[in-house]
């Protein structure tokens, strides 16, 4: 990606001299930023002297430390999630379960008793987890 922006004969004749040095300087740090980013996407090395090279070769090891630094980050939070999502659904398995237990029992008594179900939450646990359209 290049970015050239060079102003027009009337933007410069219009401009202070102190305005035309800060555009030119301006101008440079985009052509010496342009040439770092070629270099860092493997573009253009061959004139790069060893010095230079070292200095690429630093930026990309410490732009692959970051990548991994936070890489790692995620996935100690997608973990986490994962942990507290298998802890929700385990205590939802053991109120199922508790549920299903109760209605059992409420089943053998009616039997019994020679009452029909009612299917009312008369479950205390069924009575906790209504939803507020049902109370």
């Excluded at 985009?30 to 573009?43: D, F, P």
């Amino acid at each position: 990606m290049t970015f050239t922006c060079t102003p027009d004969v009337d933007t410069l004749e219009k401009m202070s001299s102190s305005q035309s040095e800060k555009v030119a300087e301006l101008m440079q740090k985009i052509q010496v930023t342009e040439k770092m980013v070629r270099n860092l996407k493997g573009e253009e090395l061959s004139s790069l002297g060893t010095n230079n090279l070292e200095q690429v070769d630093r930026q990309i090891q410490l732009g692959m430390n970051r990548v991994r630094a936070r890489k790692n980050q995620l996935v100690e939070e997608i973990q986490r999630r994962g942990n507290d999502l298998q802890k929700d659904n385990d205590e939802l398995h053991k109120m199922m379960q508790l549920s299903e237990e109760w209605r059992y029992v409420e089943r053998i008594v009616n039997d019994n008793v020679g009452m029909p179900s009612t299917g009312v939450a008369s479950n205390p646990w069924q009575q906790n987890f209504q939803q507020p359209w049902q109370k």
